[in-house]
């Protein structure tokens, strides 16, 4: 079954307000998280990762926000613009050896609104 | 990323038939996966591979085979097409393990 999921499928924000969308995993072994966009008729983008020894990563309008003690990862989108409109899935797996390969979670759409 | 490519973009057979999906990648990395994507679903991995000739199942193999001909291409093939097998499918390619992965554009395959 699935290890990572999404807690909504859609969300819908003001162009220019900040959105966040949020993601909870069960796998106690997952030790590096990635938040992907997929545009329609494309294929999932990379747009930023965390590993679990980190609680924080920022990068160019994007926050990853992890706390491992409750297995919740966020992705947070500054002043969001129309082509932030997507699907983002949050995905994890673990280093460790063994299985290789992404679980992913279900998605969200985030919609842009004018 | 055009570093991966994929072919054919779409593709429409029917029930019983044979059909190979193709990838190549120019990123030079060794490790290439095969996802399939369904509504609701999120994506799923099928069959990954770590180097030419190495062949692993992932979650949902059944149905599939694959082939690693050279570093750079990764082929998925079903045998027998049936039509719960209507999906997107992704492949995508990493240089190490616990590292991002990087994605195709995608085949959008229906059997009728």
């Known amino acids: 079954g699935e290890s990572v999921g999404l807690h909504l499928p859609t969300l819908s924000v003001q162009e220019g307000d900040n959105s966040i969308i949020n993601c909870a995993y069960s796998?106690?072994?997952?030790?590096?998280f990635i938040w992907y966009k997929q545009e329609s008729g494309k294929g999932p983008q990379f747009i930023i990762d965390?590993?679990?020894?980190?609680d924080k990563r920022q990068g160019q309008r994007v926050t990853v926000l992890l706390n491992k003690t409750v297995k919740h990862l966020s992705l947070q989108i500054a002043a969001t613009q129309p082509g932030d409109s997507a699907v983002y899935f949050c995905?994890?797996?673990?280093?460790?050896?063994?299985?290789?390969?992404?679980?992913f979670g279900k998605g969200t759409h985030l919609i842009i609104q004018p | 990323d055009a570093d991966v490519t994929q072919t054919p973009r779409n593709r429409i057979t029917k029930t019983g038939k044979r059909i190979m999906l193709e990838c190549s990648q120019t990123?030079?990395?060794?490790?290439m996966y095969w996802y399939r994507q369904d509504p609701g679903l999120g994506l799923r991995l099928i069959y990954y591979?770590?180097?030419?000739?190495?062949?692993n199942k992932g979650e949902i193999s059944d149905g599939y085979s694959v082939s690693r001909q050279a570093q750079a291409k990764f082929s998925l093939s079903l045998e027998s097409a049936i039509p719960n097998q209507t999906a997107l499918y992704f492949c995508?390619?990493?240089?190490?393990?616990?590292?991002?992965?990087?994605f195709g554009p995608g085949t959008r395959l229906t059997v009728l």
């Open positions: 990123k030079g990395h060794d490790r």
């Open positions: 965390i590993r679990s020894n980190m």
């Open positions: 796998n106690s072994a997952s030790d590096y």
């Open positions: 995508a390619t990493s240089d190490f393990p616990g590292n991002k992965q990087f």
């Open positions: 591979s770590f180097d030419v000739k190495d062949i």
């Open positions: 995905a994890e797996t673990h280093s460790g050896g063994g299985a290789d390969g992404l679980t």
